[in-house]
């Protein structure tokens, strides 16, 4: 196929699930701070804006993150370009791009949204609307994501789209899982206590994974098994494994003439979905979580640029 | 001659009904005008949710607006549409012929049935194309001749469309919501189809693939990109074709051959249907700094290797001082008498119809000789003192750039308007595919006017646009 249809199609998922994320994100950073009682209670807001790899642009613009000025700079800011309204608007730009690769369903869902988007950012923000537009944009990526996969011919066009889902997945549960080493604890003697404890079952929540915990730990929330099921388990649909498998099963079917091109992103995917699919959440533990993460989050980007260099983008 | 003399109504609204359009004033008596309001809403959702919009640049506001769409549909009897299709045929089978003389032998020139000066000087004839033998001898695959109708049987072709004719998706969709929002009309109606355009399209496009074609053609559509007002439409042609829609940077030439850039290397391009101007698809023979087309892309099509549709250089053909011409071209190339009708045009080089033309500047249209779009126009009973003396100041000064014609009383069909339904004219671009053969879908894509007493039905004009109905009996 085409390949900057390969590209559109590639992005359009990636900003729909980005945007999804972002979302979820500040869900989280709602439920987490509403559980602080200390003075302290703007670094849940922070640690979102490191959750979402935008840094330095949020503190270029903003002295410091506040409920007031991440959910303005996440969700609506026209200047930073991974806003959730900028994340809906890209999509819609690639989508409008390629629309003779999308099926009519596909379009018609991409579209509407950016049009209802249009309309919520035509009121005015209060507390209520913002939790309305949260939920909305999580209720919009699902319907996109539900139409895609079942209307799309299972072609290379199919497998571009599943490959920007899920690399953007993999990165954005490398990053939420990431937070809880960015966030700072009232006293030392708080991690294992009531605030550390409610800061793992908000991450839970905000991959709507409680009840998949559950069922696969019961008990009290460990940290141990948090970053186990959102690592290692494949039967989740948010784990780094499940998101690199889906890589692994996508970027092989994609036909090719020359088998050298897109040889460096097959070796990287199957290496992490090998090191995923056969790791021990101890010996990461052991290793640093937060190094390990780090690096995967880096792979993850690497993985981004093979694939389009594999394809011509 | 004003606009409110005895025009024409093609339905004959209120009173005097003609039969074409019986079942749409039975259709319009009996529906109650609550429920068109609702539909009409309607329309503009599914408009809006398939993204049917048309960018208008120089206006603020929504960059993406849609083009108005009218629920009274423009109905022609089959005799009618016949006798049309006839002679759209005699027309682009004489244009085709024409620009192909101008390319080699020039024999409508040495016979002395048009000036030279005409094509020689005219920034639409390209050079580059001299001597170059095309498919069929097509250059212009895909035509959109402009009609205007004053009388039952008077028809008059306003301008022929030879190089990237725009309003085809329209002609499809309008037809296609009429029949989301109406069906039970369509069922009693007997409307002849029009959505298999876009297989007469690649009908054609692959008729006219490249004598060195390796095989099965592959046929593309290339587009500036989404930020083009007819972005639309390409999407939608390609969609319709089932092809891949490119932009320039998508396209490459190696050895005087086309490829696309595609995930697994590079594919072979045989035709391709371009929407994009001579003077931006190949910066190596036209404008340099076009980002739009691709280097080489003339060059492979002069090696046989690849088919542009339309042809480079088409466009000498729909020149509106080269169009007075088109009658002599039809007698001369096919020994016909033309079935259409052009309208009387005074050519303002010449030194009495400049005369006549500025004598009489109230009572006609003026137009520039390369506008296109209803800009560098005069309407001259609409125009205010001031515009017409502007107009004379510059038609004075380049006689050469203006043509005057006698502003017809165009015809009318009932539209939808704020105080209800009231007449507004209209014209008709029906589309011509020449390839082994010329192929018409029924029809065409009506334009109407909104304002009241206006002749101007260009989009970017604020016209609005019908379903246009051929019977089929």
Redesign the interface.
Known sequence: ??????SSLFWLARYMERADYLARLLQVAGHMSAVRFDADNNSEWESAIVASGSQQAFFEKHASANPETVVSFLAFDRDNPSSICNCIETSR?NA?????ALTTDM??AV??SW?ELRDFEAGEMTEDRITEFLDWVKARTSLVHGVYANTMLRR?GFH?TRLGQFLERADNTARLLDVKYHVRLPTVQDVGGVVDYYQWLAILRVLGARRAYRVLFKGQVEPVHVAELLLLRLEFPRSLAFCFEQICLNLDP?????SE?SAECKRIAHKQFAELRYGRIEDIIERGLHEYLSELIERCALLGEQIARG??F | MTTAAKVFDEMGWPEDIRPPYTLVDAWLNSVPAEQLALKRREAEVLF????ITFAVYTEGGDPERLIPFDLIPRVLAQAEWQSLRKGLEQRVRALNAFIHDVYHDREIIRAGKMPERLVLNNPQFRPEMVGQDLPHNVYTHIAGVDMVRTGPDEYYVLEDNCRTPSGVSYMVENREVMMRLFPDLFRRAGVAPVAHYGDELLETLRSVAPPNCPGEPTVVVLTP??YNSA?YEH??L??EMG?????G??LLVRNEICY??????LTRVDVIYRRIDDDYIDPLVFRPESMLGAPGLHFASRAGNLTLANAIGAGIADDKAVYIHVPEMIRFYLGEEPLLQNVPTHDCSKPDDLAYTLAHIEELVVKAVHGSGGYGMLVGPHASKEEIRTFVEQLKTRPHDYVAQPTLALSTVPTFVDSGIAPRHVDLRPFVLSGDKIRIVPGGLTRVALRDGSLVVNSSQGGGTKDTWVLER
């Open positions: 196929m085409l390949a900057r249809t390969a730009r409008r791009a390629v629309r003779t379009w018609e579209n509407t049009m290379d571009f994609i036909s090719s003439q020359d091109l394809h011509n | 809006r949710r398939i993204g990109g989404i972005y999407a939608f390609a969609d092809v891949d829609l490119v932009e940077a998508d696309m850039r595609s995930t697994s290397g």
